[in-house]
């Protein structure tokens, strides 16, 4: 069963950037694609970024061209740099496995990420 930690997320102004960490426990973690979703207060969850397993990356349209997704299987790692951050951004995001852009679970517990203008 594999097992996802957030990390990174904190306060940050407008234009600023922020790097997320998704630690993953599993040896199979370098078969899976890997996401970042976020959800914001009142908001449904929704898809940010995925990886494939041979890291090919796509994102949602909100933010393309800000954000960009990598991981390192030796690490088991999963990271989200956000640049050109926006109030809009203000969510707590989580990683995940993922089909395309939907999730297959689990989730971690989600890191705070909070854009003030």
């Known amino acids: 069963q594999v097992q996802l930690v957030e990390s990174g997320g904190g306060l940050v102004q407008a234009g600023g950037s922020l790097r997320l960490s998704c630690a993953a426990s599993g040896r199979t973690f370098s078969s899976y694609a890997m996401g970042w979703f976020r959800q914001a207060p009142g908001k449904e969850r929704e898809f940010v970024a995925g990886i494939s397993w041979t890291s090919i990356t796509y994102y949602a349209d909100s933010v393309k061209g800000r954000f960009t997704i990598s991981r390192d299987n030796a690490k088991n790692t999963v990271t989200l740099q956000m640049n050109s951050l926006k109030p809009e951004d203000t969510a707590v995001y989580y990683c995940?496995?993922?089909?395309?852009?939907?999730?297959?679970?689990?989730w971690g517990q989600g890191t705070q990420v909070t854009v003030s203008s």
């Open positions: 995940t496995r993922v089909v395309d852009t939907t999730s297959t679970g689990p």
